[in-house]
Every structure is written in C-alpha cells, then in structure tokens.
C-alpha cells in the first residue's frame, strides 16, 4: 500500500510547483458558499438572477464575500505589487476597487446558467494603486461539480492591449470630432463605380477624353449619379438647410443641379488626366432652393487610389463673397443712382465695338432737360428722382446687345451694335412713348430728352460718329429750350437771364 500513497505525494507535489511556478497568475478559491446562496435563491423562486442582483446591490456584496481564497501563486504576488500572500490578503478591497462590481455580476451570471467557469474582463489595481486590465478565466475542477468547492481562475494582465485599443478609440473619436464639427462641410464619398467607367472607356482605345465627354454628355450624368456618399457632417446639414443625413441624402438631386454638371465634368476630365486632388469654384443649391457658391476641393484619400473608393470633399461658403464681388463688379460698370451703366462701361464698349462690331452701329446720345432748373429750384433731391426716372425709361427702352449708360451729370448714350439708321430712328420713338408714359405716373416736373443719333459703318470711326450724335442732340436741345424753356424756368420760380 506504500507505492500508491508515495505515487501519490509525488503527484501532489508535482501539482503544487506547477501551480507556483507557473508563467500566469493564478487563484485557487472556494465558491462554495456561492454555490449555497444559489441554491437558497432557487428555492425562494429566484430565475433571473441579473434583475435579482439589480434589484438590491447588497446581493452582489454577499457573493464577494462568500468566495475564500485557498491560495495565490508567486506570479499572482509579483502582477499586484504584493510582498506575500498575507500582504494580498489584507488589501483585497484596494486591488478589486472601482469598476468590479458590474464585472462580478457578468461572472456570476454565468455560473448560474449552467457554466462550469466564466470568463471576463475586468480592472484591477496593483497595491501600488496601478491600473490593471485583466482577462480573467475560471474553471470549476473536475471533482467539485457539484460544490464549486476549488474553482482555478487565471489572470492575465491585458494593460498594454487594452491602452493601446483605448488610445485607439481616442484617436477614433478625435478623428470623429474633427469631421462631426469642422466648421466646413465635409463630405465622404465612394468614387469606386466611377472609376470603373473611366477605366472602361480608356480600355476602349480613347486618349482625348474631353471630346469624348463632348460627343458623350450622358457619360458625365452617369458618373453623376453613380456617387455614392458615405457621410456628411454637421456643417453640411446647416449649410444645405438639411434636417437630417437621411434628408439630405435622399434630395440630392436638388442639391447638385442646373450648372453643377459643367464642373463635374471638369472635375472627371482630371480624374482621366491622375489628378486626385482637385481645388475649383462650384455652384450649388440649399434645399431652400438657394443658390450656394462653394469652394470644393476633392481628395483621393490616401490607400484607395487604386479604386477611389474613399475620398473626401470639403465645401466652404464662399457665397458671400461672391455677392460681393459681383456688386463691385456692379458698381464698376453701373451708375448706383440710375442703374444703368456708367461712363467706364461705355468707353470700353464703345473700344470694343470700334475693333470687332458688328457693324453698322448707331450711337444715340440724350440729354435731360432742365435738370439744372430742377435742382436749383426745387433741390438736388427731386433732381436725382428725375435722373432716376430717366435711368427707369432707359432701361425699359434698352435691350441686348444694345447698352445705355449715364456718361455725365444729365447726359446719357446709347450704342447699338448692327443697327441702322433706321433702327435708331425706332427706338428714339420707343424712348419718347416711354417718357410719355413715365410722365403720366408722376406729376409735377415732366421728364424730357433732347436726342440726337448718327450711324458709322465698317471702316468709320466711332468717335466721329458719337460727336454727329452730340451735335445733334445740342441742335435739339436748342429747339426744346427756344420753344419750351422760358415756360419752364418760369414754373421753378427761377429768373429769366
């Protein structure tokens, strides 16, 4: 009866150092007691044990306290920092603190299902106060079924795992941050398909790829409506008057319209040519139906430049420079009082037509009288009304390709690109039906023109030709002054010379 009884203390000890030596840390304790409680909870009609441990914390405190740690290995002791085993021992609450409550439950939950283990993440700290992350497993050893009397449970310390999937997540979440709330619109996108369609027409044996895109618009509208957009951020609601992503997602047809598809095309006429980062003026339209002038510049994201499939866009408003610029261009070529154009315009009109034409044309020139009477009588203020009551008839008279423009105080011109005498003739009469009309709206000082016309054909010099329009509208305004003027001055309460 010796042999077996030595082969036995053999075996033992042989157990015993591959527990302590053992290259994780090991626990051996006594659920027991849990195991009791179990059972006593069934008996009372207990079946949920998660609402039953939600239902009163103190239930969760009572399982800890039931479980009897029998022994540690030396990795336990060096993992958490700990002299010996009674040292460890004495720190329990410090080294299961914090964030083990809720991970007790998941492991208790477990067993009470049928398991013979659990398995779990959990944070533990060192007696040092170090944070560990640690995997933890347990299993019920064979023999011990049926009291959970020994349960092994290993924990292997998953720090550096876990904070580099923390910092991860971090980064992660800066990265989000960033797109979530950029203060331009981002957009990301799958150019996959487009790219496909690309490389078939290049298969094809086409090198010129803007005459093809010339002879072929519906290939620019298919690459249109193969974009797939992936997401947008919070800018791009507000700046396209957008509820929600779904929103706008579903409209875009309302979005991207009219004038977009001539910069698409552009924009795919790069694409061809390997331009992967892409920087150009569009025009786009809110949901509101506003128009939206954007700087896009288009991305390739680096790693998908072989199929496109993830690139970004980054729309910033610049309607309101637009607005402005082209108010200063209005101002450079309007007068701000009449509306029509100025001087400026009509001297670089008037050297425009004189290199190209079209010939012949005819140049009108329209004198307001008795502007000065006006503002030395009744003030400057009733004065600019008149002046822009002439800018009103000008402009209803005056269409394309013709221009009328405010070249002085009270004198206006009109050219006429290929018109004839004749056709001066008409529109002088359309301008005097307009001020009779005009006159009738608004009582009080009439609104009259001295008008004079000349007309150059090819090889004529304009310039000669504005001075016979001028000389004959002074001759006019001599005949409206001989006939009408002494009346007029009379009604401003201005002395006669």
Same mark, same amino acid.
């Given at each position: 009866?010796?042999?077996?009884?030595?082969?036995?203390?053999?075996?033992?000890?042989?157990?015993?150092?591959?527990?302590?030596?053992?290259?994780i840390a090991l626990w051996l304790e006594d659920y027991s007691d849990i195991r009791a409680l179990f059972d006593e909870w069934r008996a009372a009609g207990v079946t949920d044990l998660r609402a039953h441990l939600a239902a009163d914390a103190s239930r969760v405190h009572a399982c800890s306290r039931a479980i009897r740690i029998l022994a540690v290995n030396s990795r336990t002791l060096e993992l958490y920092e700990a002299e010996d085993e009674a040292q460890l021992r004495a720190n329990l609450d410090r080294v299961f603190a914090g964030e083990m409550q809720q991970t007790h439950v998941e492991e208790l939950v477990q067993l009470w299902s049928g398991a013979t283990g659990f398995t779990s993440h959990a944070v533990n700290h060192t007696l040092t106060g170090r944070r560990l992350d640690i995997q933890l497993k347990?299993?019920?050893?064979?023999?011990?079924?049926g009291d959970w009397a020994r349960v092994l449970l290993s924990t292997e310390d998953v720090s550096e795992r876990e904070e580099a999937r923390r910092r991860l997540a971090r980064s992660d979440a800066y990265a989000r941050g960033l797109f979530e709330h950029s203060p331009i619109s981002l957009w990301v996108e799958d150019f996959s398909a487009i790219k496909r369609l690309i490389e078939e027409v290049r298969s094809r044996g086409v090198e010129d790829f803007r005459t093809f895109t010339d002879v072929h618009p519906d290939f620019v509208a298919r690459c249109m409506s193969e974009i797939r957009v992936i997401d947008v951020n919070?800018?791009?609601?507000?700046?396209?008057?957008?509820?929600?992503?779904?929103?706008?997602?579903?409209?875009?047809?309302?979005?991207?319209?009219?004038?977009?598809?001539?910069?698409?095309?552009?924009?795919?006429?790069?694409l061809w040519n390997g331009k992967l980062f892409q920087s150009r003026e569009v025009m786009n339209y809110t949901l509101n139906g506003d128009e939206l002038h954007v700087h896009m510049q288009f991305s390739v994201l680096p790693g998908n430049e072989h199929d496109w499939s993830l690139v970004q866009v980054a729309l910033t408003d610049i309607t309101a420079r637009k607005k402005a610029e082209a108010y200063l261009e209005y101002l450079g070529k309007h007068d701000v009082l009449t509306k029509i154009y100025n001087r400026s315009f009509h001297a670089d009109e008037l050297n425009r037509l004189e290199r190209k034409g079209p010939w012949p044309v005819t140049v009108i020139i329209a004198d307001l009288n008795g502007l000065k009477e006006v503002n030395d009588g009744l003030g400057h203020a009733a004065g600019d009304a008149l002046l822009r009551r002439a800018g009103e008839v000008l402009s209803e008279a005056v269409s394309k390709p013709s221009h009328a423009a405010r070249i002085g105080g009270d004198e206006f011109a009109i050219l006429m690109p290929a018109s004839t005498? %004749?056709?001066? !003739?008409?529109?002088? &009469?359309?301008? @005097?039906?307009? $001020?009779? /009309?005009?006159?009738?709206?608004?009582?009080?000082?009439?609104?009259?023109?001295?008008?004079? %016309?000349?007309? !150059?054909?090819?090889? &004529?010099?304009? @310039?000669?030709? $504005?001075? /016979?329009?001028?000389?004959?509208?002074?001759?006019?305004?001599?005949?409206?002054?001989?006939?009408?003027?002494?009346?007029?001055?009379?009604?401003?309460?201005?002395?006669?010379?």
């Amino acid at each position: 009866m010796s042999k077996p009884h030595a082969a036995t203390q053999v075996l033992a000890k042989a157990e015993t150092d591959l527990f302590e030596l053992a290259p994780i840390a090991l626990w051996l304790e006594d659920y027991s007691d849990i195991r009791a409680l179990f059972d006593e909870w069934r008996a009372a009609g207990v079946t949920d044990l998660r609402a039953h441990l939600a239902a009163d914390a103190s239930r969760v405190h009572a399982c800890s306290r039931a479980i009897r740690i029998l022994a540690v290995n030396s990795r336990t002791l060096e993992l958490y920092e700990a002299e010996d085993e009674a040292q460890l021992r004495a720190n329990l609450d410090r080294v299961f603190a914090g964030e083990m409550q809720q991970t007790h439950v998941e492991e208790l939950v477990q067993l009470w299902s049928g398991a013979t283990g659990f398995t779990s993440h959990a944070v533990n700290h060192t007696l040092t106060g170090r944070r560990l992350d640690i995997q933890l497993k347990a299993r019920i050893l064979p023999g011990h079924e049926g009291d959970w009397a020994r349960v092994l449970l290993s924990t292997e310390d998953v720090s550096e795992r876990e904070e580099a999937r923390r910092r991860l997540a971090r980064s992660d979440a800066y990265a989000r941050g960033l797109f979530e709330h950029s203060p331009i619109s981002l957009w990301v996108e799958d150019f996959s398909a487009i790219k496909r369609l690309i490389e078939e027409v290049r298969s094809r044996g086409v090198e010129d790829f803007r005459t093809f895109t010339d002879v072929h618009p519906d290939f620019v509208a298919r690459c249109m409506s193969e974009i797939r957009v992936i997401d947008v951020n919070r800018h791009t609601l507000d700046l396209f008057a957008a509820p929600s992503k779904a929103v706008l997602l579903s409209r875009l047809g309302e979005v991207f319209r009219d004038g977009m598809e001539t910069h698409f095309r552009e924009q795919l006429i790069d694409l061809w040519n390997g331009k992967l980062f892409q920087s150009r003026e569009v025009m786009n339209y809110t949901l509101n139906g506003d128009e939206l002038h954007v700087h896009m510049q288009f991305s390739v994201l680096p790693g998908n430049e072989h199929d496109w499939s993830l690139v970004q866009v980054a729309l910033t408003d610049i309607t309101a420079r637009k607005k402005a610029e082209a108010y200063l261009e209005y101002l450079g070529k309007h007068d701000v009082l009449t509306k029509i154009y100025n001087r400026s315009f009509h001297a670089d009109e008037l050297n425009r037509l004189e290199r190209k034409g079209p010939w012949p044309v005819t140049v009108i020139i329209a004198d307001l009288n008795g502007l000065k009477e006006v503002n030395d009588g009744l003030g400057h203020a009733a004065g600019d009304a008149l002046l822009r009551r002439a800018g009103e008839v000008l402009s209803e008279a005056v269409s394309k390709p013709s221009h009328a423009a405010r070249i002085g105080g009270d004198e206006f011109a009109i050219l006429m690109p290929a018109s004839t005498e %004749a056709d001066g !003739a008409l529109l002088i &009469e359309e301008i @005097e039906k307009l $001020v009779a /009309v005009n006159n009738s709206f608004y009582p009080g000082t009439p609104l009259v023109f001295s008008l004079g %016309a000349a007309t !150059a054909e090819r090889g &004529e010099r304009l @310039e000669d030709t $504005v001075k /016979v329009a001028d000389a004959r509208m002074y001759e006019a305004k001599r005949r409206y002054y001989a006939e009408e003027a002494p009346e007029r001055r009379r009604s401003f309460g201005v002395p006669q010379a």
